[in-house]
């Protein structure tokens, strides 16, 4: 009897997941601004303190290959916003407050856009950095859709805007004084949710922080500088950390302002967690948490990947991805099939239910299939390209391809190329392009094809029209 019970339990419980799966969920897409890959504790870290994450981690996927499309801000956001490769779009570098370029909507056909189709309401809350024309923008979050825009950038923020009053986010024009930029956006996260749990909904949660310049909280960072001296001795934090660090940077793996901006994080996180559950919508809710590029190389934690940000080696570009709709996805899963950030758009509108698509291909394929625990066909090689239209990083101007386990990197200063296998080196400390000369110059002419097919611009030719 005893048996007979349990087996009609698992089968409804069952039944229920694949009835919910098939009502179209909301997405919530959150996104750190140059979080490492090993900042949180489901990734390794023992330093920062991530409950929240991990919970989330623990109750749904969490991925150990997922790429960025870009090692930088502006191209990966594109690639995200596009499913397209940011090199066929033309913003492969960051947009500062000068520049000429722009995510076009007459032209890019936004996921927002493409959902707002299918019946979804859709918001964006925070950072956007795909036009810095704020005195006559031509390709806002405005002029790409969304029927909401709360807190998006109207002054260039690259170095950081953390407390009210803020300058650099005129609609945050509100709040009480010494107010924290990443709990606002939390709090304007809960609020979009309750009014909108009715219906269909895209929420785009895209986070200033861990963003240099750091900052956080007095109290939080005091916490933090306690945890550092009780592991490195006393007075170690004030030494790298005190009032002559203004920036509050160093070269060191634990940074207590870093670990601060991550706990309101993951605070924010848990909060807009336990709204989704009050709302009585958090099991048929994808809540997708991801980051636009790897930590700054000389600050940020990337555990054992090489370089970080602005880097095409895997310290750039591999991302933590996290993944939870308990009406899909089981519990304490892990997912080693390597995806890209390209691959957001083609599966949103899977789960969207719909086709609805303008302004040309899509370079990503939807991963629906991995987060229902079923498998994927072998993934096409992935391809990244990052020509430093700016010129600012010369030495790193580079095109990579992966394709399987083997990973080739071209250095365009240097006409150098790399050659790593990922499986045995996923640190790329051996280069083994003479020892398979083979395999580097058949993943060279894929890679020279697939520059081609996307028109993508040389570096030469992208300094010489930023240098008129």
């Not at 991530?50 to 499309?69: H, I, K, M, W």
């Amino acid at each position: 009897m005893k048996k007979t019970r349990s087996i009609l339990l698992i089968a409804a419980s069952l039944w229920t997941m694949t009835a919910t799966a098939r009502q179209r969920p909301n997405i919530i897409f959150i996104m750190a601004d140059d979080l490492g890959s090993a900042e949180l504790g489901c990734y390794g870290n023992k330093f920062n303190e991530t409950p929240n994450l991990d919970r989330l981690a623990g109750e749904g996927a969490r991925f150990t290959q997922a790429y960025s499309a870009a090692p930088i801000c502006s191209p990966s956001r594109a690639g995200i916003m596009t499913g397209q490769y940011p090199a066929r779009v033309r913003i492969t570098d960051f947009l500062d407050n000068n520049a000429d370029r722009y995510l076009d909507p007459a032209t890019s056909f936004t996921v927002n856009r493409a959902l707002s189709a299918a019946g979804y309401h859709t918001g964006i809350i925070g950072k956007w950095h795909l036009d810095t024309r704020f005195g006559n923008p031509k390709g806002n979050p405005q002029q790409h859709g969304f029927d909401e825009v709360i807190g998006s950038e109207t002054k260039y923020i690259a170095d950081g805007d953390y407390f009210y009053p803020y300058d650099k986010i005129s609609s945050f024009d509100k709040g009480a004084e010494g107010e924290y930029l990443t709990d606002r956006q939390c709090d304007e996260a809960s609020r979009f949710i309750m009014r909108n749990k009715k219906n269909p909904f895209f929420l785009y949660l895209t986070f200033y922080s861990v963003h240099t310049k750091l900052d956080a909280p007095e109290a939080l960072v005091k916490k933090y500088k306690k945890k550092f001296d009780a592991k490195y001795g006393e007075g170690k934090a004030e030494a790298l950390y005190g009032p002559q660090n203004e920036r509050h940077e160093a070269d060191h793996l634990d940074n207590p302002y870093l670990a601060a901006m991550i706990e309101r994080i993951d605070a924010g996180v848990g909060n807009i967690m336990q709204t989704l559950k009050e709302a009585g919508i958090d099991k048929n809710t994808l809540v997708i948490f991801f980051s636009d590029n790897g930590g700054v190389w000389h600050l940020g934690n990337n555990g054992a990947l090489r370089a970080g940000k602005s880097w095409l080696y895997e310290g750039g570009i591999r991302e933590n991805l996290i993944a939870r709709w308990p009406a899909a996805i089981r519990s304490h899963t892990t997912i080693d099939t390597r995806v890209m950030a390209t691959d957001f758009y083609p599966t949103f509108l899977e789960l969207a239910q719909t086709k609805e698509r303008k302004g040309g291909l899509l370079d990503g394929k939807s991963i629906l299939p991995l987060l229902q625990g079923k498998a994927m066909a072998e993934r096409e090689p992935f391809f990244w390209h990052y020509p430093s239209e700016t010129g600012r990083w010369v030495n790193r101007m580079c095109s990579a391809v992966r394709d399987g386990d083997y990973k080739l990197l071209y250095f365009y200063k240097a006409n150098r190329i790399e050659l790593y296998d990922l499986k045995k080196d996923p640190s790329e400390q051996t280069d083994i392009a003479a020892l398979m000369p083979e395999k580097r110059d058949a993943l060279k002419k894929k890679l020279d094809q697939w520059l081609k097919a996307v028109d993508a611009e040389v570096p030469d030719t992208a300094v010489k029209k930023k240098a008129k």
